[in-house]
């Protein structure tokens, strides 16, 4: 059988998994009512006591958190325990005004090391392993979250974070890396510049890459494994609920992500009504900590949009699989009334001959109506010619029309003129003008 973690916990018959989490659900509501005044105030205007929980049908009662909380309440206000419990904080930049800032106590701590050793061992990474962290590292969640998991799991970490990207290949075939930690788009700038040194890192020993932190797509997935030669696995969360950990794909499926549910309870609800959508059927994942100290999250709208399953995983795993995160609500574009999230274009693009997998998205507003100019990148063979440029960028229009339905304007550029991220790649350029 294949290395497990935790096999206990992993396999637990859904019943029993059930159980743990009413039981847990109940002390989570207890933690919040008890020390959270925002927690305590929503819950007494809907007449819910802790003990009033009977079932888990009941959490649906409960009302939403979302991430204006943590910023209306910055910056310890949700916290529920006193700041001198703390053992560490975190913080994501956001786009304006202040951080949204989480904290953690050192249950907490030892609870994500776990969860995140949970995760790369179900993404095929082993004790021994040597982990290249290319995580950022810092108030990020991602270097420190994957750097104290591979410590847990037994792995020798090199924590690199992001950048420096000819120091990064060097070390990881000098130190005989077998695992990769990166978000994809950096994962794909490391592929990148190999290939230019004339490195070879199919040949090194890379065998599993644990790839998020940003939305991406199935063609994504088999573009950075054929060029840097391993399996790439999708690796789930955010700060407001824990940090990476939360949810991981197996390498033996590598089709949909496990949600640890003796930590968390899953629910997908239709964005605009709130109301939970039947399983399978697409929506907003809301998370709700079972485990958490320092900040217990009761329905936590992550704006996450995608599909959960509870249909039995290959691997053996009981916990229900989160399917690919499409993008989040706030990225979605409506273009001539189409829904359209970015990775659906990526989806499109990546994979097409003549264009290398880079790409940005510029909104704009014509009147009334959102347009999108897709930049792309023309391949290193391409001639630089603008005749080969013009076929190429409406061959991709064509694509694009064809396959998602909306019309595109399409800017072919030169290799190595789109931006690369070491983190979150920048994938939509929003010119729209701000409406209040
Ligand atoms: O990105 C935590 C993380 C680090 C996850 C490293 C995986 C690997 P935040 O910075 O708080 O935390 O951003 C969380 O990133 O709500 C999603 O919108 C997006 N996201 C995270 N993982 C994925 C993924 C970290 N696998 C936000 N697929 C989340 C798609 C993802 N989107």
Not at 219 to 241: C, F, N, P, T
Not at 360 to 374: A, E, N, P, Y
Request: a positive charge.
């Amino acid at each position: 059988m294949r290395y497990r973690f935790d096999p206990a916990a992993e396999t637990m018959p859904r019943a029993q998994l059930a159980a743990l989490q009413l039981k847990r659900l109940r002390q989570t509501v207890k933690n919040a009512y008890q020390n959270v005044p925002l927690h305590r105030k929503r819950l007494r205007k809907i007449g819910v006591e802790p003990g009033d929980l009977k079932s888990l049908e009941d959490l649906t009662r409960l009302p939403f958190s979302v991430k204006g909380d943590l910023r209306d309440h910055y910056p310890f206000g949700l916290f529920a325990r006193p700041r001198a419990q703390l053992a560490r904080l975190h913080a994501s930049s956001g786009t304006t005004g202040k951080p949204t800032v989480v904290g953690y106590t050192r249950k907490d701590l030892a609870t994500w090391a776990d969860l995140m050793a949970r995760s790369m061992a179900c993404a095929g990474a082993r004790p021994g392993d040597v982990v290249h962290n290319a995580y950022g590292y810092g108030l990020f969640t991602g270097g420190l979250g994957a750097h104290y998991g591979a410590e847990r799991l037994g792995a020798t970490v090199v924590p690199m974070s992001g950048g420096a990207t000819e120091r990064q290949i060097m070390l990881i075939k000098d130190f005989g890396a077998r695992v990769l930690c990166a978000t994809p788009s950096y994962a794909l700038v490391i592929a990148e510049v190999a290939e230019k040194e004339g490195v070879d890192l199919r040949r090194s020993r890379l065998k599993i890459g644990l790839f998020g932190a940003e939305p991406w797509s199935e063609a994504m997935r088999k573009e950075i494994q054929i060029r840097l030669g391993l399996k790439a696995v999708d690796l789930y969360g955010l700060s407001e609920i824990l940090g990476p950990g939360v949810a991981c794909e197996c390498e033996e499926a590598q089709a949909g992500l496990h949600g640890w549910e003796d930590h968390f309870i899953f629910e997908v609800i239709d964005p605009d009504s709130g109301k939970p959508v039947a399983e399978g059927t697409q929506g907003e994942l809301v998370i709700t900590t079972l485990t958490k100290e320092a900040l217990p999250m009761l329905r936590y709208r992550t704006r996450d949009i995608t599909r959960i399953s509870t249909q039995r995983c290959e691997c053996g795993r009981s916990h229900l699989r989160i399917k690919r995160i499409i993008g989040r609500n706030d990225d979605m574009l409506i273009i001539r009334g189409v829904n359209v999230y970015p990775s659906q274009i990526e989806a499109v693009l990546v994979g097409l001959p003549e264009i290398a997998p880079h790409y940005q998205l510029v909104i704009d507003r014509k009147g009334s109506l959102d347009q999108v100019t897709v930049e792309i990148e023309a391949a290193q063979d391409v001639a630089p010619d603008p005749e080969a440029y013009a076929r190429i960028g409406g061959a991709v229009r064509h694509q694009i029309k064809s396959m998602i339905g909306i019309s595109t304007e399409v800017v072919v550029k030169k290799p190595g003129e789109i931006p690369r991220s070491q983190g979150k790649a920048v994938r939509v350029r929003d010119l729209r003008p701000i409406v209040r």
